[in-house]
Every structure is written in structure tokens, then in C-alpha cells.
């Protein structure tokens, strides 16, 4: 049997167990290999555990099942084979269509520790104000920085750890584990591209490993992609409308709903690691990352448009000479002033309206040094320290400052992010025997410094120009540049102490205890436990439980920021501002300092071998109080836009409504998981992996939440997500077939309640073929969505132009064919 034989059917195993006994079906030869990446190393701090044996569920995705797919961004790869994950295409989302919000379990993105190598990673400069409620106001980390060629395998650890791990371990934890190999490589081109023929998808990667001296290894991962844009749009009805009427100066469509353009995708990672002497090791990795990003706006309609075409249902028409009274061009239409040299109408420069273009430029990079090994008297210690840095520079353009009348340029740096964080970690551990029975103690300290700054845009995007005091609005129009009075620097550190400790009460039984204690420089300290046990029943079945409390610190940005949008509000296009929940104006609407969510959480469940059936099924339940999100729309009063005005924010003379960071409601969000893996024959499997999860709101304050906030932290997500594979793997050809499966969900579309979906369930189907000419070199075909399924059609298409809901779990792009060559060395 090939080695590529070999890896392909250890790939293929389903979820959370790569299952030896499996493997050793297929091929005795191959069981070691299944074996070692079994392993895991997050969910305990004993070394050699398994995911079986873990006391808490684990999913493990080895880097070959990744690779194995057609699409190039890891959170949609992640999502094709963790049915507990969810990601959808963000078209129209700010800065969510630069870094997309992913849920694990049902919970926002900053509820996920996300790990590199077993570090902590740093999470995005953006947040996401426009999350379709459940991920409103989240700040989590970007998972697609990581290219999926630099990995060995992926740990999702589906159990609240925040007494392992520390804030924001609330739904679980992904680990990243990088290659470590010290010799041979692989370079890979691929090509896919939509049934429609949009979306093309270009990569070329390449992943080697070099030895490091005689005793240490450098792994080196390298990516290069492009993504063009998709359009699945019809006319706006008002767009259409515009155009009967006779302006032909109006785009069809007017308005693009599909996933964004994505260019220079770049990127790279580095894993390496040195042994000193027989018990200690020197490593290092880190990676750079960078991608410019293209997306979609709402259009803005050249006769209805406030702040810009019209003012209280009148055309807006400016008069450019304020020196004789600014009453000169009250009453005109916006083809008189057209042909006048005083008046002036925005139609001169977008006589069929305008769509706004944005996006941005992303780079993100990150190193790790620490030190290992084992003191003479028997203490292992990792000594770490770690930097990272993720930074979103925004563009705007097709749009105007319109206080700026004919002077008003067409694009924009309103500004932009960064996200800073670093981090020292002491871990130490040790083994004893203690009255016969082994213990495993660890114990550790960590020191964590985070970092959010607000840049500041240039001039032009939040001027306040001339036309301002006539009615127009302030500010690049659709995303306000962020001006003097409101960027800045806002930071906080913390210090950590943990204790964990595991215990072999018998070779049936396994018991296990973890506490942590935290203090934060902005809000005090918190402390949180975890306990644990494993149980051995017989050869068939074991059974596994965890009880823990957790918690998620409010990020500085979220603390601090302060921001301004264009999103459809009650029916119609609004500007709608975020500010600090410590404003005075969010004072008086309830907001006060954030405080860290918390959060009860167990989950029991069991392993059972039945014949050639290997099953996990496990039951959870998470309860977070006192849950950190955006508020509902607030309406602000003249008086009140007047004092966020003379604060600074640029377009607050626009807004209608705001929101307000604020720890204000609870919930309880429970679930079922079942991963079943069977041997169909010699090389043939056959795996399963389901997940049911239920979110309720439990308790909210009305002041501040509505009811489309709680249908869509309800509803949003589907309850029932799972896929079904079989893989068969010949002398020198193999193949995968799997069947995809998502839950009914509800959309409030625009994240507007007079707009509902009620989506339906949908089926899609993967397939893949690949064939081996040699050791070295491989031809892979596939197709995701191979039968070009849709989800169910928007039936309010012609308010905004999305053919299909903007939340669809599978995507609204259909079927993506691809090709790819690998070549092995």
C-alpha cells in the first residue's frame, strides 16, 4: 500500500475519531500512522491522551482533509467537516466581509479560543457590527490568515476550558496544529470555479521541510490565492422602477450581493524547533499574512437618498454661494440645477445614483519563541513568549462626502484597526504516584497585554465641508472616517494563575480538576473551575462528563470603539452609529462599564464500539449570563446628535439611530453531537457526524433588546447540521463522496423584523476523484454542491436585490468545480 494510500484513509476518518481500530481494519500497516494522529493536546495536559480517551469531545481533522476540499478560504473548509461550525458569505457586512464571523456551537466567534501550536492567537482588528444578531459586535479571531497546506491536523475541542485556557473558552476551542516535518514537501495548484462561471478560485501553495542541524527541523508553508467576486442579484424594484421612468443612467442590477473580490491573497508560515540537550528544546513559529478585499454597498437612489439627493422628501439641492443666503436653491429640481452655476445636484456626478465599493487591505502577522523540557527532578516546563498583530486598513470609493458638493472626491481612506497583542506564558507539569495511583499535575502563569487602536482616515472622509448647515451629509457616505477626536489607542493587561490536575483512581476510572484565577487591569478578577471524569464501563462502551465555569472578557475595542454605518432600518437605508457604552447618551439608555460575560457549562456523553461501529455521542448545555453585545437601535433626539457632533463623530449629524456595547441578557444554548465511523470493506468507510444545537434567551432587558435580536440569536443558525461520507481508496485512484445536510434557520433580511425568512432545509452533495500517475504527482477533481443546489429564493428580492437570504448556512453561490495537481517530494 502507496504512503498516499495510507494518508488518504487516515484523512477520511470522521471527526473526533480517526478511528485506529478502523485504519487497522483497512490495513494493519496503517494503524501506527492512524495512531499518532490520534493524539491530541488540547482538552488535558497529559501527554499522549487520545481523543477517546479524552473526558471532553474532541474533533480531530487531520491537514490532509483540509487540502482535500475545493475551496481555498479555512473557515468554509473548516465548516465542511465540523458540523458544530457555522460561517456564511457576509456579502454586504462592512468589515465582516474582511474577516468573517465563524460560531462554534451556536455562540459568537470571541466565544472560541482559537490556538496555534497550543498558543493562544491573536484576534482580528475587526469587529463585526453587522453579524446578523448573533455575531452583532463580536471581535474573534481571523481563522482564514491560516493556509490550510501548513497544517498537521486541527483539534476542536467542543467543551467550555476557560479554567485551562482563559477568557473566551466559553463554546470550545481550535487548535492549529503546524507540519513539523524536517524533510520532503509538496507543491499544489489549484483552480475552481462556480456552475454560473463566477467566483474563480486561483492557489498555488507549497508546504517543505528542512532539517535544523542534526536535531531540530524548520517547516515552511507558503500560499498565494485569488478570488474573483459573485453576483447572485436581481434588480432592485426601485432600481427598476428608475429606469421605466426613463433614467438610463441606472446599473442592473443596481446593487451586487456575492461573495467579494479578493486579491494578493498572501500567505506564509513558519514552524521550527531545535533540541538543546536530551530534555530541552528551543522552538519558534509565526507566520506573515496579507489580502486586499472588494465588496458591495447598498445603492443609494438618485431621487430618494437623504443627507445626498433629498431632505425631508424634497430634492436636496446645495448652493455653493452662501454669501447671498443659502435659500437661493430651496425648491428647485435637480434638473434645474443642473444648468445653473450656483445650485448644484449630485445628480451632475451620479446621475443614476451610486453603489459604494468597500473593502480593505489586511495584514496580519504573528512569532512565538519559547523554551522545553524537563527539569532532573522530573518538572516539564514551556516557557513562552508570544506577539501578534492584525491590522485592517479600509477603503471606500463610488461615494461622496456630500458636505463637500462638487469638491467631494469618489474614494476614500476612512482609516482603519489594529489589534495588538502579547503574551508570556510559564506551563509546568509533573507526574507522581500517589498511593498507587498515578496523578498528573500541572500549574502555570500567564501575563497578556491587548491593544486596540482606532486610525484616522484621511481629511476628506469625515470633513465637515461647506454644504453641511444645507442638509448634507457629513463623512464618506456608508462609512464615516474616523476623525481626530475619536481615534486613539485603547489598551489592557492581565495576569493569570492556573492549577490542573488529572487522576488515575483505576484502570477503569479517570478523574480531573482545573482552577484558574484572572485579574484584568480594566474590571478586576474572576476565577473559574473545570471538573472532569472518565469512565471505562468494558470494551464497548465508556462514558465521559465535564461541569466548568467560564467566562469572556469584553475586548478594548469593544469597550472603546466608535463607528458609523449605512444599514437598512425599519425599511429603509439609515445611518446608524456604534459609540462606547460609557458615552453619557448611552449612559441614559442604560450603558454602563462592560463586564466579563460568565458562563455554567457541562456536557456528558458516551464512546461506544459496537462491532465494526466506533460511535460518540455527547449531550451539552451552556448557560452565559450577563452576554456582551450591541444593543437594539436606540433613536437619538436633535439634542442628542447635536452633543455627538461636538464629540466628534463624524456623521452623527446623520444618525437616526445608535447602538452601545452592554452586558445585557442570558441565554442557554444546548446540544446533542454523534460521530459514527464504519468499515464498509478493505479500503472502503463509511463516517457520519451530526450536531443539534438549540440557543434560548433566557432573560434581556427591553430597554435594549428587541424581538429580532432574540429571534435571530434563536433562529438564526440552523438546529441540525451533519454530513455522511464514504471513501474508498484503490491501488492508484481514491474517491469521496459526501452528503451534506442544514437545518431550517430565520433571517430577519436587512436585519429588518418586517422583512422575515423562514428558510427551508437543504441538501447538497460533495464528491471528489483523484488519481495517483505516481508516487510523486496526482490529478484531484471534485465538486462541492455538485448538483448546483440553491437555497430557498428571498421572497423580498426587490427591496434590496439578493436573490437568495444573506445568511444561508450553505451559501448562496451553487456549485464550485475544481481541479488541483500535487506533486510530492
Known amino acids: 500500500m502507496t504512503e498516499k494510500k495510507k494518508r488518504w484513509l487516515a484523512a477520511c476518518s470522521a471527526p473526533s475519531l480517526l478511528a485506529v481500530t478502523i485504519a487497522a481494519a483497512s490495513s494493519p500497516t496503517i494503524a501506527e500512522d492512524a495512531l499518532l494522529e490520534e493524539v491530541i493536546t488540547i482538552g488535558t495536559r497529559v501527554e499522549g491522551r487520545s481523543a477517546t480517551d479524552s473526558s471532553a469531545p474532541i474533533d480531530i481533522v487531520t491537514g490532509e482533509e483540509f487540502v482535500n476540499q475545493g475551496d481555498g478560504d479555512l473557515n468554509n473548509l473548516l465548516r465542511n467537516v465540523v458540523p458544530s461550525y457555522n460561517v456564511n458569505a457576509k456579502p454586504i457586512s462592512d468589515a465582516a466581509s474582511i474577516v468573517r464571523p465563524a460560531n462554534l456551537r451556536g455562540l459568537p466567534p470571541d466565544s472560541t479560543l482559537v490556538l496555534v501550536n497550543g498558543k493562544r492567537r491573536h484576534r482580528a482588528a475587526v469587529i463585526s457590527f453587522l453579524g446578523s444578531g448573533v455575531s452583532d459586535g463580536a471581535q474573534g479571531p481571523d481563522i482564514s490568515a491560516i493556509p490550510a497546506i501548513a497544517l498537521k491536523q486541527v483539534e476542536v475541542l467542543r467543551d467550555g476550558a476557560a479554567a485551562q485556557y482563559g477568557s473566551d473558552a ?139 439627493y433629498a431632505l425631508d422628501d424634497e430634492p436636496l439641492i446645495g448652493d455653493l454661494d452662501a454669501s447671498n443666503g443659502i435659500d437661493d436653491c430651496v425648491g428647485m429640481t435637480h434638473e434645474a440645477a443642473q444648468s445653473s452655476d450656483e445650485c448644484f445636484s449630485f445628480t451632475e456626478m451620479f446621475p443614476g445614483g451610486f453603489t459604494p465599493r468597500f473593502g480593505g487591505e489586511l495584514e496580519d502577522y504573528s512569532a512565538v519563541f519559547g523554551i522545553r523540557g524537563e527539569l532532573a527532578n522530573g518538572i516539564g516546563y514551556d516557557v513562552s513568549a508570544s506577539n501578534g498583530h492584525n491590522e485592517v486598513d479600509f477603503l471606500i470609493y463610488n461615494t461622496v462626502n456630500a458636505t463637500l458638493g462638487p469638491d467631494s472626491p469618489t474614494r476614500f481612506s476612512p482609516g482603519g484597526y489594529v489589534q495588538d497583542e502579547t503574551n508570556f506564558n510559564i506551563d509546568l507539569s509533573k507526574s507522581i504516584e500517589m498511593s498507587g495511583m498515578p496523578l498528573f499535575m500541572a500549574a502555570g502563569f500567564e501575563w497578556r497585554e491587548e491593544e486596540f487602536e482606532v486610525k484616522m482616515g484621511d481629511t476628506a472622509s469625515w470633513q465637515v465641508g461647506d454644504l453641511a448647515e444645507q442638509g448634507f451629509l457629513i463623512g464618506s457616505n456608508g462609512f464615516s472616517g474616523f476623525g481626530p477626536e475619536v481615534v486613539g489607542t485603547f489598551d489592557r493587561d492581565n495576569i493569570a494563575l492556573y ?63 466608535t463607528n458609523v454605518t449605512t444599514a437598512y432600518t425599519n425599511g429603509a437605508l439609515a445611518n446608524r452609529g456604534t459609540i462606547p457604552a460609557t458615552n453619557p447618551i448611552a449612559v441614559l439608555k442604560g450603558g454602563k462599564q462592560l463586564q466579563p460575560e460568565e458562563s455554567k457549562s457541562f456536557t456528558v456523553g458516551a464512546i461506544i464500539a459496537a462491532g465494526d461501529w466506533d460511535i460518540t455521542l455527547d449531550y451539552f448545555q451552556i448557560a452565559v449570563t450577563d452576554r456582551i453585545t450591541q444593543s437594539a437601535n436606540q433613536e437619538l433626539t436633535d439634542e442628542e446628535r447635536a452633543q455627538l457632533v461636538a464629540d466628534g463623530i463624524s456623521g452623527a449629524d446623520s444618525l437616526e439611530y445608535f447602538r452601545f456595547y452592554t452586558n445585557d441578557f442570558d441565554t442557554k444554548t444546548r446540544g446533542v453531537d454523534l460521530v459514527a465511523t ?107 454542491n455538485v448538483f448546483n443546489n440553491y437555497p430557498d429564493k428571498n421572497p423580498w428580492s426587490g427591496v434590496a436585490g439578493a436573490e437568495y437570504p444573506e445568511t444561508a448556512p450553505m451559501g448562496f453561490n451553487g456549485a464550485l468545480y475544481y481541479v488541483r495537481a500535487q506533486y510530492e517530494f
Open 170 to 308: 466559553i463554546a470550545g476551542v481550535i487548535n492549529f496544529q503546524l507540519k513539523d516535518a524536517a524533510e520532503g514537501g509538496m507543491i499544489e495548484v489549484k483552480h475552481a470555479t462556480t456552475a454560473e462561471g463566477d467566483g474563480d478560485q486561483s492557489t498555488i501553495a507549497t508546504n517543505f521541510g528542512l532539517p535544523l542541524t542534526d536535531s531540530g527541523f524548520v517547516n515552511v508553508s507558503l500560499e498565494y490565492r485569488q478570488q474573483d467576486s459573485t453576483s447572485r442579484s436581481v434588480q432592485r424594484d426601485d432600481a427598476a422602477q428608475l429606469i421605466a421612468d426613463g433614467n438610463t443612467y441606472v446599473a442592473d442590477p443596481a446593487q451586487i450581493w456575492g461573495q467579494p473580490e479578493v486579491n494578493d491573497d498572501t500567505k506564509f508560515f513558519i514552524n521550527s524547533a531545535i533540541e538543546l540537550s536530551d530534555s530541552a528544546e528551543l522552538y519558534a513559529f509565526g507566520n506573515y499574512t496579507s489580502r486586499e478585499t472588494d465588496g458591495g454597498f447598498y445603492f443609494r437612489n438618485p431621487e430618494t437618498r437623504p443627507g445626498v
Open 499 to 561: 492549577s490542573d490536575f488529572e487522576l488515575e483512581v483505576n484502570d477503569a476510572l479517570r478523574l480531573g480538576t482545573a482552577l484558574r484565577w484572572e485579574d484584568f487591569s480594566d474590571f478586576g478578577d474572576t476565577s473559574n473551575y473545570k471538573l472532569s471524569a472518565h469512565y471505562t464501563i468494558n470494551d464497548a462502551i465508556a462514558l465521559r462528563s465535564t461541569v466548568s465555569t467560564g467566562f469572556r472578557a469584553p475586548t478594548p475595542g469593544q469597550s472603546n470603539i
Open 678 to 784: 464504519y468499515p464498509l470493506g478493505e479500503a472502503t468507510d463509511f463516517n457520519l457526524a451530526m450536531n443539534w444545537t438549540e440557543t434560548e434567551v433566557t432573560d434581556y432587558s427591553t430597554e435594549t433588546m428587541d424581538e429580532m435580536r432574540i429571534r435571530q440569536l434563536e433562529e438564526g443558525l440552523p438546529e441540525v447540521r451533519g454530513n455522511a461520507s464514504i471513501t474508498h481508496a484503490g491501488d492508484s485512484w481514491r474517491g469521496l463522496v459526501r452528503l451534506n445536510y442544514y437545518g431550517s434557520y430565520w433571517e430577519a433580511h436587512l436585519d429588518d423584523y418586517s422583512l422575515p425568512i423562514d428558510a427551508g432545509d437543504e441538501w447538497t452533495v460533495d464528491i471528489e476523484a483523484a488519481y495517483d500517475f505516481n508516487d510523486s504527482m496526482t490529478l484531484i477533481a471534485g465538486a462541492e
